[in-house]
Every structure is written in structure tokens, then in C-alpha cells.
């Protein structure tokens, strides 16, 4: 067990420490960062998906008045390394995607930048190209692991006889689309080359990690570690897009190192970031259910197929979480992988569980009809005792508690057969499914502890990214340090301060909060309760000696109610509950918004979101905000999110397991299931939209 | 985006003179759809004459009981403007359907109807486009077309018009006010948009350099009782995947009068004559609903992702007219 600590900070409703600087527009942004003299750099993009540049006319674009320079594959600086292909822009003509970077014009303005790019005539040698992700195409492979480093496949007991043999069997193929992660802030960087200063390349980024960006990116330049300085105090949003560096990073990395020692600012417009900053691969889920007649999973298997690009790997965990949700004596699964003529996939919020937690939960769904079962009763008897996958013992699982205490508050007992409720125009129905995330620390961090001025500065180059990082591990800190919050003065999002994990994977809080505890527990162990001015102390995070011992998980349970439109089809969401397992909450304010937030993004991912690949040119033809929908206001009615109140010992001294992914997890699949108890449509395709049931109710119905 | 030359105009008439006489020029209003296409290359004009500060900004009764709106009323203010609330209820819900609050506020009356389609393929440079450059190709035809026309559509363009407040307008039988370099006419609104044929890169009827100064609402008492109903993927900020603007006038169970106008279905807002012709001096009911919402779609051909769009299309007028006819509940 971990040494947990004493709280009073923790667990209060603190304000955003940074929100009224953010309201007043004085918490300056990547590219609000204020610099002189700067150049400013628009892309040019491939306009074929695959193929070989053959010819680059930039004479118009030059003699534009205000145009600085225009880089080309022809004359761009060498990178050192270009073994990640992502990242090795501008280094060759081949073009791997539609959308690939193939030049970018800096000029004296982005208007004249902008200007210039759409006079670059680019020629290629086109060459025939496969975008589309189909269960037939001949582009498959196994990947050697899924991210971040599990294995591709699984397979206990018997499944196909445990099929056979099974008195209650589903079988159902669920897809979910391309989707994109469109942070607020789109992707923006601004990059100082001096060779002769401090750093070589300073960099002001909007990212999910100024080290982890540092880390990638020195290598790729030839430089140093020590060269490289990555600032990246505030963060509109990221949802993963955000957590490893990009190819415009490197573009204007790039840039900088060919004007002359102005600053290259750059900022993707939103259609660039279509093709240019990560997505999540679509997904074809094959899910098989066998169960005795009481509802008993005796088999589950969960076959996926899915994306990646030709020049890189990413291979979504899509059924990672298949294997610790349920038990059943048979399990397998499986990913395949295509490698298309695409962009790279990457990480979007709650990789893996996000996909992979809407094709089993509609399937529970589903079996718990061909039971006749409540699905509820059928998740509550197929609740393992340990991890059905290594045995290992939970660290604490109450899904059922979060099924039984959201049922009672979302009036669960009220539900209806499908079809069978009526109010005006719209037909209603209420669905639930479960959701999980696992508890997650990456090793590595540090924090600095130092005495100034009567405060504690307390320094870690750790991220928020609207997460509200700033307000809560300064509250961490405080209770580390058993001061008031105000004598603490964090500093976070420069690489200046001590090396810190990437904030993803919902491990954010757990792994820089155990560095900060540690770090001030050494403080005060060093320094005493009495420090003199100047005082401090490093320390890293300390190995938690449960981690290999214990199966650290969160769950929750997500319920929706559905109103669809009997006569055109049309479907809202005009209710969602989610209540989560996810030890202590650190700050009940922020982690309200995490979880509505998440849970609005599930409702998003169930109803509207979904990019369009046309398949003859490749690129996402619904590039924008008009019309990549995202939920609106409008379609967030009545959300509410609510938890448990516990502390998991077993995860970290604050007994918190992270909280910024669960909360998309299993929402789609509630929405799905309520839309189907709604009118007695199964919709096992994301995003559920109105076509698929208006060809299906009757002009009159009743 | 290209360089461009902007001045304010300072009156109509010259505002008129300076963009007939120059070839590129183009009038910009609110500028919520033009200078996207500045910003995307969609457009590319050399001058922009502001016609935004005109004061063409009013709502006013006509002496025939009608209303006459300046073409630089902003769709807020006309969304709430007491003569439209009271007249023409239909107009107001369409208009608070299109959109968002920001746009709203922004767009006005003229550019509104002179908005061109969102096809993304019309929207993106890099995809071949018979609208933005004839014979090029239609990439909508065998691509992403869920947004498509089922009606009045072309094997060079199936291409919808995206407002909301002209599918609303049109219901109403609105005229447009034009002035050209000529003079001043006037044109029936459900003239002024084009189908597509073979010069699809034509949305209306207008020529280089004439401006719309106002749009007159004729008196039509049966208006009071009329709503627009638009199905769209989210519940703001979204295009109509079908929309329907209607008014009904009974007398017992007996249509007396109907308008019915359809969105989201063709190049221009559809006026659905057949189905008014069936529905004037037939009983109001399901029956008669269905039968003529079926009559008025006959002629729809669908593309490989809008198939959807005719069923939803004639539930859409079901559900529409059963609501103004006061009926409720299940039909049995």
C-alpha cells in the first residue's frame, strides 16, 4: 500500500487557479507568445495520395511581395534522423498520403504566406492508392504489439467450442469511423533558431508535454537535449492529438533554422489538422457473445480490424479492454491492422477502451434481450472477482456499486420494452453501459521543492491542457507539503523545469502528484517545517510497490435516455448519467468538467462525429467545423456526472486512478442501447443518425 | 487568400455602377460565406464593394398588409423583428433554425439568399467541381453526397441550397427587389435560384452587378399558422438534411388553403405545388397528408448516400401538416 497522505486541500472545490487570467486573455497561448520580428509559415499539402513529387514551380510564389523564402523537399535542411517518417519532413519527394506535407512558404504575413502556398504549383508521379479500411482488403498484418505495449492477440480456453456449445450466442460486427480529435486550440508552434544562444531551438508549442516533445524532437535535428527548450504554459485542449510532436512541429523547426533568426510562427488551420495532426483509426469489431441461459458468459471473442499508415505504426488497443471486463473461462481477441495510403492514426481520447467499449457493450446489450435479462442483472453476473486475464487481485472494483447507484438516480426501474414508450412526436427509450479506464502512472518524472519568499515553489514541466493540472497539483502540493494552497507557487509546461511524463493515458495526476509528494515529503524530511530561504530539494517518482501486485482499474456506468423522432428520425440525447469508480477525487470542480466533458465527447462520438475519407482522393472531405459535427450546446441537455466517494491505497498517496479519459468510455454504446429501446432499431454503427430509422418507422406510426 | 481592393459604397445605385463596370468585382455583406470562400480560393475577387453600412436595414409594413425587408436586416434582427413573430411565425423558426447565434447576427437578409451550397467538394479546391469550375466534373455525383439534392438535380450538379430563411420565404410566395445598372425589378423569389442543368456554376437568375435591396412579404393572413420544421445531424449549427416550411388554412376538416416549401432537397428552396395541389379543397388527415407528400417526391432520384432523404422528406410534411391541423397523438 502506498503512503497516503492527509488531506485537506484535496477533496475541496478549489477555482481554477489560472481561469481568470484565461477570461481576461492574459494566459498567452502557443502562438499568443510574444516574440519579435517573427516570419510566418503556411504548408503547402500533397494533393495525391500516393506518389512522387515531380516538380515543385515556386517562381509565383517568390516574387509575391513579402515572401521570405519557400522550403521544398529540393532545399530544406537535412534532418539527423529520419526513422520516425512522420516526422521526416521535407526530406524526400515521396508522398505517402493526401494532405502529406511536400512545402510551406514563410512570409512576411500568414495572409501573404497563405497567399503564396496557393501559388506553389506542385507536380507528382501518381501512383495508385488504398485509403479505405474493409474487412477484404489484402493491406492487412498482424502488428508485433498494440499500443502502448500489449500483446496483439489473446486467446484462453476454448472459444469456438464454448460458441458452439453456448445456449444464448450473440454475433455482430460494430464499426466506429474515423473520428478527430479537434482541440479547440488548433495545433500551433512558434520556433527560435539560435545556434549561438542558450538553446538552439526554443520552442513554444501547444502540447500534452513540453519533455516528451523535446525528447522526440532533438534527435530528428541533431541536437541535444540541452539544445531544445519547449514552453507550453496554457493548452487548449488536446485529447491526444496534442501528445506526441507532429511533422508541423518539425516544419517549423525547419523554418526557423531559414529565416534568419526570426521566429517561424505557425498555426494549422483547421482543415490541415485533418491531415496532418492524428486521428483514431475507424474500426471493424467483430464481437461474439456465448452465455448459458441465466446470462453467464461462457465465451467472448472480439476479433478487430483497423488502420494504420504506410510510414508508421499505430496500432490502437481497440480490445485491450475485453480482456479484464467480463469473466468468462474463454476469451480471445485479436487486432489486425491495415497499413493504408493515410495519415497516422494516433492517440484520441481513451485510445483502445474508447472503440473498443462500444461493440461488447451494445453486444451485453443485445445478449441481455436474447436472456431476458435486464442489462444491468447481466453485467452484475458476469462481474469477475479478480482480472480474468493474469488473476491478479483488483485494487478495488465496484462497477456493479456504480450500475446500482445509477440506476436508482436515473430512475432505471421505469424503463420499457423497445418501442414501447411514446411522448408527442418522439419516441423514448433509456440504455446503460459500462465503462473502464485503467489506473495508470508512467515512471520517470521530477519535482523541484524550493523555499522562496515564504512560499513553495514547486516546479515540475508537467502539462494542463484545460485539464486544471495548475489547480490541482498545486493542491497536491499543499497537502504534500501541509501548507495552505496560496504558499504554493507551481510552475509547470517548460522544459527548464524537471524532466516530467507526457499528460495522457489519464496517468497526468497520478504520476507528476506521487513526484510532487515525494518531492516535498524529501523537502520536509531534508529541510524540516522550518526551511531557510533558498531551501530545496529534488526527488522523482518513487516506484509504487502495488503496481505489479494489484489490477489498478476505474470503472463506471453510463446511462442514457434517447428521444427519437417517430416521423423523421431524428435522435437526441436528452438525458445522461455517469457514475464512476475512480478513487479520490482530487478536486470535485475540475473533475465535474473532466467528466461531463468526456461524457459530452462520448455523446459527440455517438451521435455526430465521423470524418469522411473520400476513397478516390483520400483525404477527409468534411474538414471543418460546419461540417465535422461535434455536439453543440444544443444537444448536451441534461448531463450529469457523479462518483463514489473512496480512495484507492493500492494507486498512488493521493489514492486518485485519473479521470481524464473514463468518462468517454462506454457512453456511445449507452446511447446506442437506449436508441434501440427507443424504437427496437439496433444501430451497431456509429454515428447513429437519422437516416437509420426513418426508412424504418412507418409514416404512421402508432 | 488573394489581394483585393475594398471600398464602402456610399448609395445603392453606385454601389450597383461600380460592380457592373468591373468584371471581378463582387458586392460583400455580412460576409459570412464570402470571405470563408476569400480564405478557401473559392473566390477571388479584385474588388469588394461593401454594401453592408447601405441603410437597407428596415422592417416595415406594406399598405397592402405585406412586409418589406431591407436586405441588410441581420437574420436576428428579423428572427425577432414583432411583424414577422406575429405575420409570419414560419419565418422566424427558420431563421432561428439556420446557423449559429454569431452568424445570425451577422448574416443579412440579401446575402442570405445568395449564399452558395456547402458541398465540400464546391468548397474544396483541391476536388474537381462543375460549380466552381465548369466542366471539370461533378465529384459529389459518386462521392459523399448525404447532403445531396434528390430533387431538380443535374448530371452536372446535385448541389443543395442551404438556407433555411429562403426555404421559409418561399413557402410565403416572397418577391425579391433587384437593382441593376437597367433600374430596379422585380423577381418571385422561387425564380430567383436556377436548378443546376448543364451551368451549374449559376445559382441565380441575376446578373453581374445587380444587388437585392429588399424582399417583400405579400400579406397571407394563413401564415399565422404556419412552422418549419428542419431535420439536421445536431440541433444547432448543422444543414438541413431535409427541411419543411408550411402554413395551413382550414375550414372544418377541409384545406381551404396550404403553402409548403422544402429544404435541403434541391438547388433551390422546392416549393411543393403538387402536394398543394392535392392537399387545397381535400379533407385534412393522414391519408391526404401522405398521398400528397408521396406526389410531390414521384419525381425524386436518389444518389448512393441520400436514398434517406425521400421517406424522410414525406414524414417530414406528414408530421409538419398533422401538427398544423391540430392533430395529435397516434394515428390510428
Known amino acids: 500500500m502506498t503512503d497516503q497522505l492527509s488531506l485537506a486541500s484535496i477533496g475541496e472545490p478549489l477555482a481554477r487557479l489560472d481561469g481568470a487570467a484565461k477570461v481576461q486573455g492574459l494566459a498567452p497561448y502557443a502562438f499568443e507568445q510574444p516574440v519579435d520580428d517573427p516570419v510566418y509559415l503556411h504548408p503547402v499539402q500533397a494533393t495525391v495520395a500516393k506518389g512522387r513529387v515531380t516538380s515543385i514551380d515556386t517562381e509565383r510564389a517568390q516574387a509575391l511581395e513579402g515572401v521570405v523564402a519557400v522550403l521544398t523537399h529540393e532545399n530544406a535542411p537535412r534532418l539527423a534522423d529520419t526513422s520516425d517518417r512522420e516526422l521526416a519532413v521535407l526530406q524526400s519527394d515521396e508522398v505517402a498520403f493526401r494532405g502529406q506535407l511536400v512545402g510551406a512558404v514563410l512570409a512576411e504575413t500568414s495572409e501573404i504566406a497563405r497567399h503564396a502556398a496557393s501559388l506553389v504549383r506542385v507536380t507528382y508521379d501518381e501512383q495508385p492508392h488504398d485509403v479505405l479500411l474493409s474487412s477484404d482488403s489484402d493491406r492487412f498484418y498482424t502488428p508485433d504489439k498494440v499500443n502502448p505495449s500489449f500483446p496483439t492477440d489473446t486467446d484462453d480456453g476454448d472459444v469456438e467450442a464454448a460458441l458452439a456449445s453456448a445456449q444464448v450466442r450473440v454475433d455482430a460486427t460494430y464499426t466506429t469511423p474515423t473520428e478527430h480529435n479537434n482541440p479547440m486550440e488548433p495545433h500551433t508552434s512558434i520556433a527560435i533558431w539560435d545556434p549561438h544562444g542558450e538553446h538552439t531551438l526554443t520552442l513554444y508549442d501547444s502540447t500534452q508535454g513540453v519533455h516528451s516533445v523535446r525528447k522526440a524532437l532533438a534527435p530528428v535535428l541533431g541536437l541535444d537535449k540541452s539544445d531544445v527548450r519547449v514552453v507550453s504554459p496554457y493548452v487548449g485542449g488536446g485529447f491526444g492529438s496534442k501528445g506526441t510532436p507532429h511533422a508541423h512541429n518539425v516544419l517549423v523547426a525547419l523554418a526557423a533554422q531559414r529565416s534568419e533568426g526570426r521566429p517561424a510562427k505557425l498555426a494549422l488551420t483547421r482543415q490541415q489538422m485533418f491531415a496532418l495532426a492524428g486521428y483514431r483509426t475507424p474500426t471493424i469489431q467483430h464481437v461474439r457473445l456465448g452465455a448459458d441461459d441465466q446470462g453467464r458468459l461462457t465465451a467472448i471473442a472480439h476479433d478487430v480490424d483497423e488502420q494504420?499508415?504506410?510510414?508508421?505504426?499505430?496500432?490502437?488497443?481497440?480490445?485491450?479492454a475485453t480482456r479484464m471486463m467480463y469473466a468468462a473461462p474463454n476469451r480471445r481477441t485479436s487486432h489486425r491492422l491495415a497499413a493504408l495510403d493515410v495519415p497516422v492514426p494516433s492517440w484520441m481520447r481513451a485510445p483502445g477502451e474508447t472503440p473498443g467499449m462500444f461493440g461488447p457493450e451494445v453486444a451485453m446489450d443485445e445478449l441481455a434481450e436474447a436472456c431476458g435479462l435486464d442489462p444491468i442483472e447481466l453485467r452484475v453476473r458476469n462481474d469477475p472477482d479478480r482480472h480474468p486475464g493474469d488473476g491478479k487481485p483488483w485494487s478495488s472494483r465496484r462497477l456493479v456499486d456504480c450500475l446500482r447507484e445509477g440506476a436508482t438516480r436515473f430512475g432505471w426501474v421505469d424503463r420499457r420494452p423497445p418501442g414501447k414508450r411514446r411522448e408527442g412526436e418522439w419516441l423514448v427509450g433509456v440504455g446503460v453501459a459500462s465503462s473502464t479506464?485503467?489506473?495508470?502512472?508512467?515512471?520517470?518524472?521530477?519535482?523541484?521543492?524550493?523555499?522562496?519568499?515564504?512560499?513553495?515553489?514547486?516546479?515540475?514541466?508537467?502539462?494542463?491542457?484545460?485539464?486544471?493540472?495548475?489547480?490541482?497539483?498545486?493542491?497536491?502540493?499543499?497537502?504534500?507539503?501541509?501548507?495552505?494552497?496560496?504558499?504554493?507557487?507551481?510552475q509547470i509546461g517548460?522544459?527548464?523545469?524537471?524532466?516530467?511524463?507526457?499528460e495522457g493515458g489519464s496517468s497526468g495526476m497520478s504520476s507528476w502528484g506521487s513526484t510532487v509528494v515525494a518531492a516535498a515529503r524529501a523537502f520536509r524530511e531534508e529541510h524540516g517545517t522550518d526551511p531557510a530561504e533558498g531551501d530545496q530539494t529534488q526527488a522523482g517518482m518513487p516506484k509504487n510497490p502495488d503496481a505489479d501486485t494489484f489490477a489498478i482499474h476505474s470503472f463506471g456506468a453510463q446511462f442514457a435516455e434517447v428521444r427519437v423522432h417517430a416521423y423523421t428520425g431524428e435522435i437526441r440525447a436528452s438525458r445522461m448519467l455517469g457514475v464512476f469508480s475512480a478513487g479520490r477525487i482530487i478536486n470535485p470542480s475540475t473533475a465535474r468538467s473532466q467528466f461531463i466533458g468526456g461524457m459530452t465527447m462520448g455523446l459527440s462520438m455517438a451521435l455526430h462525429e465521423q470524418s469522411v475519407r473520400d476513397p478516390r482522393f483520400g483525404h477527409i472531405v468534411n474538414h471543418d467545423f460546419a461540417e465535422y459535427h461535434i455536439a453543440t450546446n444544443a444537444d448536451v441537455m441534461d448531463m450529469e456526472a457523479t462518483w463514489l466517494d473512496e480512495s484507492d491505497p493500492h494507486a498512488n498517496p493521493m489514492g486518485s486512478r485519473g479521470i481524464g479519459e473514463i468518462g468517454i468510455v462506454g457512453a456511445a454504446a449507452a446511447v446506442?442501447?437506449?436508441?434501440?429501446?427507443?424504437?427496437?432499431?439496433?444501430?451497431?454503427?456509429?454515428?447513429?443518425?437519422?437516416?437509420?430509422?426513418?426508412?424504418?418507422?412507418?409514416?404512421?406510426?402508432? | 487568400m488573394m489581394p483585393f481592393e475594398y471600398e464602402q459604397a456610399q448609395d445603392p445605385a453606385g454601389a450597383v455602377a461600380t460592380v457592373t463596370g468591373r468584371p471581378?468585382?463582387?458586392?460583400?455583406?455580412?460576409?459570412t460565406n464570402l470571405v470563408d470562400h476569400l480564405k478557401l480560393g473559392i473566390a477571388g475577387p479584385d474588388l469588394l464593394v461593401d454594401v453592408s453600412r447601405l441603410p437597407l436595414d428596415a422592417v416595415e409594413p406594406t399598405p397592402d398588409g405585406g412586409v418589406r425587408i431591407g436586405t441588410n436586416v441581420r437574420n436576428s434582427d428579423l428572427a425577432a423583428h414583432p411583424l414577422v413573430r406575429e405575420q409570419y411565425p414560419v419565418l422566424t423558426q427558420a431563421l432561428l433554425a439556420g446557423a449559429s447565434g454569431q452568424l445570425r447576427n451577422a448574416a443579412t437578409t440579401g446575402g442570405n439568399l445568395l449564399q452558395r451550397t456547402r458541398c465540400v467538394y464546391f468548397q474544396d479546391v483541391t476536388t474537381p467541381c462543375n460549380k466552381r469550375e465548369p466542366g471539370a466534373g461533378c465529384s459529389a455525383i459518386d462521392g459523399y453526397n448525404r447532403y445531396h439534392a434528390v430533387l431538380g438535380a443535374s448530371e452536372h450538379c446535385v448541389a443543395v441550397h442551404p438556407s433555411d430563411m429562403a426555404v421559409a420565404m418561399t413557402a410565403l410566395g416572397a418577391d425579391v427587389v433587384v437593382l441593376g445598372a437597367a433600374g430596379e425589378r422585380t423577381v418571385p423569389l422561387i425564380d430567383l435560384h436556377r436548378l443546376p442543368g448543364d451551368s451549374p456554376g449559376r445559382d441565380t437568375i441575376l446578373e453581374h452587378g445587380e444587388l437585392i435591396t429588399a424582399v417583400q412579404l405579400p400579406p397571407l393572413p394563413m401564415a399565422r399558422r404556419s412552422t418549419y420544421h428542419k431535420v439536421r445531424d445536431r440541433a444547432s449549427y448543422a444543414f438541413a438534411l431535409v427541411s419543411v416550411a408550411a402554413a395551413l388554412d382550414l375550414d372544418g376538416d377541409t384545406v381551404r388553403d396550404v403553402r409548403i416549401a422544402l429544404g435541403g432537397v434541391a438547388h433551390k428552396p422546392w416549393r411543393a405545388s403538387r402536394a398543394e395541389e392535392m392537399l387545397r379543397g381535400a379533407t385534412a388527415g393522414e391519408e391526404a397528408f401522405v398521398a400528397a407528400a408521396e406526389a410531390e417526391l414521384e419525381a425524386a432520384r436518389t444518389l448512393s448516400e441520400n436514398g434517406f432523404k425521400v421517406p424522410m422528406a414525406r414524414n417530414t410534411m406528414v408530421a409538419v401538416l398533422r401538427r398544423l391541423a391540430g392533430i395529435t397523438g397516434d394515428a390510428s
Open chain 1, 672 to 702: 446506442a442501447n437506449a436508441a434501440y429501446n427507443a424504437t427496437g432499431v439496433r444501430v451497431r454503427d456509429l454515428p447513429i443518425t437519422a437516416d437509420r430509422f426513418v426508412a424504418a418507422l412507418p409514416p404512421t406510426p402508432g
Open chain 1, 494 to 502: 517548460d522544459t527548464n523545469l524537471p524532466t516530467a511524463s507526457v
Open chain 2, 24 to 31: 471581378g468585382a463582387a458586392f460583400l455583406a455580412g460576409g
Open chain 1, 308 to 320: 494504420t499508415a504506410t510510414i508508421k505504426e499505430f496500432a490502437e488497443q481497440t480490445a485491450v
Open chain 1, 437 to 490: 479506464y485503467p489506473g495508470m502512472a508512467i515512471p520517470g518524472s521530477e519535482a523541484l521543492v524550493r523555499f522562496e519568499g515564504g512560499r513553495y515553489t514547486v516546479a515540475i514541466g508537467a502539462a494542463d491542457i484545460g485539464t486544471g493540472t495548475w489547480t490541482t497539483l498545486t493542491q497536491i502540493a499543499a497537502d504534500a507539503l501541509g501548507c495552505p494552497t496560496e504558499a504554493v507557487n507551481l
